[in-house]
């Protein structure tokens, strides 16, 4: 059964009720596509050993994972781009298809330069994945109805960061690290037939030409500044020739397609959905979510292994009172947004418990327990809940259809830049403080930690001065990170008090004699 965006637009499905039975197997589809985006980042991190264990190359190690970030931000909003003008179905297609080609690839790879290029080809197609499935569910169910589908989304958020170590040493273990990429080939091959079958979107035919150049300057900039947050303060110095020449390429390139959007005939990212108030700030708290929410993922099982001796073999579990309390708080969210259309109050909510988990986090200390480290995560986790999907929701609310994959890429996008510069401003201050303190107790035995990454078994080995020292210059390097966390948090609450509460587009039948008997009064007058 084939379902368009008309027959659902014409057909609202009832508060309370089951999606019908096509809807929910595109959903089904689409969550997968979802989940192999978000999974595959997780799962091969955990079998990165084993990949330089045959494969050599350690010194290129890092370019595995900043090839397959690099493709999937700079092709973001190419292809939200292309699917306004191109129809989404074929274009989501067509990244299902790389990014499937490229996992079959990385899995052949016979050298570490093979899986660099391969993992580029891989993320081009992750870019693809997410925006798809934002836009496509911006297609076809009104944003009345779309809260109810948030639980879904960050429940496969959280089965992905829980279950990717796991599934990811487990497969590497028996199966070998090649099936590490392999693993996406059946699911993928069963989101692309659902896709194919059952979802029927109108096509479209571009009557302007792809804006090639603002194409260019885009993915140069975004280039330029996610090699600056990956390699700043770990590959190169801060004020190195190479950090500074690239933040000034960065600035540049973005500079300039700033303005040459003003000039083309079709912009690939037009500035006019700027020009509303709620994607603006939209754009902003996604942002700084992004910052947040990385952050947390890298630094909370790092204290959690360091300090309070967890093993790093279950490390996506030791995210789970954060994870759990961001799906069932997003979940919430998402049916009162349903129910009532009212959506203000959920990123001022989100913004304040925010705000208030990463202060929590800030206190903890070489005394803290699971128990307590847990419920701080908790509050944090909320905060995101109450932000996760919201965003994306007033995002594509204010915006046309027309520009319903431009504004779902340029939501992902910020989101992804600001995990970026989350990852290397929270790191930095991290390695710092741990390097001072360790410099401080530990005379001349600061060095002796480079990367201040130790697991348990790792620290059970060292003198019991050091061990000491370690775990306090850890929660030390956790406090510093966890407070500028919270510092940045304050101007997503303070966006979220500006926030304009729009009437969402596509209220159910139910409500629809409410929202038509005002109208009809005031023809009367």
């Known amino acids: 059964m084939a379902i368009s965006e008309a027959a659902v637009a014409a057909e609202p499905e009832k508060a309370g009720e089951p999606p019908k039975r096509s809807v929910r197997v ?71 298809v790389i990014f499937l080609i490229g996992s079959a690839l990385s899995g052949m790879a016979q050298d570490m ?29 009104p944003p009345r109805e ?83 947050t990956t390699w700043g303060g770990t590959e190169y110095a801060w004020g190195s020739a190479m950090i500074v020449g690239l933040s000034v390429l960065g600035v540049v390139a973005l500079g300039a397609f700033l303005y040459s959007q003003t000039r083309a005939a079709d912009p690939i990212m037009p500035l006019h959905i700027f020009r509303s108030r709620n994607f603006t700030l939209m754009s902003v708290i996604g942002f700084i979510t992004g910052f947040v929410m990385f952050g947390a993922v890298l630094f909370l099982p790092l204290y959690q292994q360091s300090v309070q001796g967890a093993s790093a073999t279950n490390s996506g579990l030791l995210l789970l009172p954060m994870l759990l309390a961001m799906m069932v708080v997003s979940l919430i ?17 989100g913004g304040a418990l925010m705000v208030t988990g990463l202060f929590l986090l800030a206190q903890m200390d070489t005394g803290t327990s699971r128990l307590t480290s847990g419920i701080y995560m908790a509050v944090l986790g909320a905060g995101m809940g109450f932000l996760m999907q919201i965003t994306m929701l007033v995002a594509q609310n204010s915006v046309e259809m027309k520009d319903m994959g431009v504004a779902s890429s340029s939501t992902t996008l910020f989101r992804t830049l600001g995990s970026s510069f989350g990852v290397a401003v929270m790191g930095a201050l991290f390695n710092d403080r741990v390097a001072h303190e360790m410099a401080e107790r530990v005379p001349g035995g600061g060095g002796a930690l ?3 990454q130790l697991d348990a078994a790792s620290l059970a080995k060292l003198p019991d001065a050091m061990r000491e020292a370690y775990q306090f210059a850890v929660s030390s390097g956790t406090h510093a990170a966890f407070l500028l966390g919270s510092a940045i948090a304050v101007a997503a609450f303070l966006a979220a008090l500006f926030v304009k509460e729009v ?23």
């Open 26 to 96: 595109v959903l089904l589809a689409l969550m997968i596509a979802m989940l192999l985006a978000m999974l595959d980042n997780m799962i091969i991190g955990t079998a990165m050993p084993t990949i330089v264990g045959e494969l050599g190359g350690l010194e290129h190690l890092s370019w595995v994972v900043t090839a397959y970030t690099l493709a999937t931000a700079a092709s973001t909003p190419i292809w939200g781009k292309l699917g306004d003008m191109y129809g989404r179905k074929g274009t989501f297609l067509t990244s299902i």
């Open 503 to 525: 009437p969402l587009k596509g209220a159910g039948p139910q409500k629809k004699a409410e929202a038509q008997a005002p109208e009809k009064a005031e023809a009367a007058a």
């Open 146 to 228: 779309r809260g109810r589908y948030q639980g879904m989304m960050a429940g496969v958020m959280a089965l992905a960061m829980i279950g990717g170590p796991l599934v990811g040493g487990t497969i590497t273990d028996h199966l070998g690290w090649r099936w590490s990429f392999y693993i996406n080939l059946p699911l993928g091959a069963v989101a692309l037939a659902m896709v194919t079958i059952v979802l029927h979107l109108p096509k479209k035919r571009a009557q302007a030409r792809i804006d090639y150049l603002g194409a260019a300057l885009l993915t140069v900039g975004i280039t330029a500044i996610v090699l600056v």
């Open 113 to 141: 330069g093979q899986l660099i290029g391969f993992r580029a080809v891989q993320g081009l197609g992750a870019g693809g994945l997410m925006v798809g499935v934002m836009a496509i569910i911006g297609d076809l169910i």
């Open 333 to 349: 969210a998402g049916r009162v947004t349903t129910n009532s259309g009212k959506y203000k109050i959920f990123p001022i909510a």
């Open 450 to 452: 480079p990367n201040a």
